[in-house]
Nanobody, 120 residues
Framework: QVQLLESGGGLAQEGGSLELSCVAS????????MSWYRQGPGQQRELVAA???????NYANSVRGRFTISRDNARNTTYLQMRALKTEDTAVYYC??????????????WGQGTQVTVSL
């Protein structure tokens, strides 16, 4: 069994910062691409940032220059550093990763989500 567990969400004021973490546990053999998605109230889930195993990153236009995704391959962990937060960043943030388990095919795994709320 492979699980993704996010942490670090919470309440921040506009202009503030938060950092999210996501760690993969269980029968993990290798981590491929890791991503952060978010879903705001009444909105569809959208890609926020992604990072491949070599560290190449991709960002949504709405967060580029404010958010930074990184990963620690030795710890099967990805991070999302969020700065200059805006009220429109309020959403549930989900970690997603393509993981090769010790047995079985590479699959997409999702975390349960962590709430980020940005207030004025």
């Amino acid at each position: 069994q492979v699980q993704l567990l996010e942490s670090g969400g919470g309440l921040a004021q506009e202009g503030g910062s938060l950092e999210l973490s996501c760690v993969a546990s269980g029968s993990v053999y290798a981590m491929n691409a890791m991503s952060w998605y978010r879903q705001g109230p009444g909105q569809q889930r959208e890609l926020v940032a992604a990072i491949n195993p070599n560290g190449r990153t991709n960002y949504a236009n709405s967060v580029r220059g404010r958010f930074t995704i990184s990963r620690d391959n030795a710890r099967n962990t990805t991070y999302l550093q969020m700065r200059a937060l805006k009220t429109e960043d309020t959403a549930v943030y989900y970690c997603q990763a393509k993981i090769a388990p010790r047995k079985g095919p590479i699959l997409d795994y999702w975390g349960q989500g962590t709430q980020v709320t940005v207030s004025l």
